[in-house]
């Protein structure tokens, strides 16, 4: 006896097949491009720049070394495309967390806490590697430093526009905002060797008790 349920049942796979549009070609380059990005930062967060190697990305984006290359020129220009799309990443998280400032009882406390933990992720960790290679690369260097540059300007423009250290001088809030960065950048490259939870809380809680009383002096001095 023949099952009907069969027919009915490969009737709709073919009805889903056919329901279903075929990806463009457009739309799968920007797939494969998604992937070999998205692998690159994994690969270079994670063994670092030199280890991140045509091959180990494209292993971990599954896709062979011909695929990579229809994409990119070269191993450099996917570098360039991932770190700036770290870039994007960090100013949208960066402007994200502005957003939401207005939300917290002490808002420098609470974009302090942000600023250390993104310097802990394995983006920023990515970032920071290509910093290192760019020091003595300089076609890597001449590449992304348009758009890094143009990503720290955006972030200072953020804390501008939220007014979060709108108690310090105009002339000191880029200066104190690069301080306190560099400060968690430098704290989690030691951190991924030597962990010490302790003390980083004990930092992050001078920090905030000096700007408090930098913030006083200065109110304190405009009284008088």
Do not use: W
Not at 92 to 97: E, I, V, Y
Not at 127 to 134: M, T, V
Not at 192 to 213: C, F, Q, S, W
Request: glycine share 6%; aromatic share 6%; hydrophobic share 45%.
């Amino acid at each position: 006896m023949h099952d009907r349920r069969l027919d009915d049942g490969a009737a709709m796979t073919h009805s889903t097949e056919h329901a279903r549009p075929r990806r463009t070609q457009q739309e799968r380059r920007a797939a494969t491009v998604a992937k070999l990005v998205e692998a690159t930062i994994a690969a270079i967060g994670e063994v670092g720049y030199q280890r991140a190697t045509v091959q180990e990305i494209c292993g971990r984006a599954e896709l062979s070394v011909g695929a990579m290359f229809r994409q990119f020129d070269s191993r450099l220009d996917l570098v360039v495309r991932a770190s700036e799309e770290i870039f994007a990443r960090q100013l949208a998280g960066f402007g994200l967390l502005m957003d939401q400032l207005d939300t917290h009882a002490n808002g420098i406390s609470a974009a302090l806490r942000y600023l250390r933990e993104a310097q802990f992720s394995p983006t920023t960790h990515a970032l920071r590697e290509i910093y290192l290679a760019a020091r003595s690369d300089a076609e890597l260097r001449d590449r992304i430093a348009a758009t890094g540059s143009n990503y720290y300007d955006a972030m200072v423009a953020e804390v501008e526009r939220t007014e979060v250290l709108g108690q310090f001088p105009e002339a000191i809030r880029e200066p104190l905002f690069y301080l306190v960065l560099h400060l968690f950048s430098g704290q989690a490259i030691v951190r991924g060797v030597i962990p010490n939870p302790r003390v980083d809380e004990a930092v992050l809680t001078l920090i905030e008790d000096m700007l408090t009383v930098y913030s006083a002096s200065l109110a304190n001095g405009e009284q008088q």
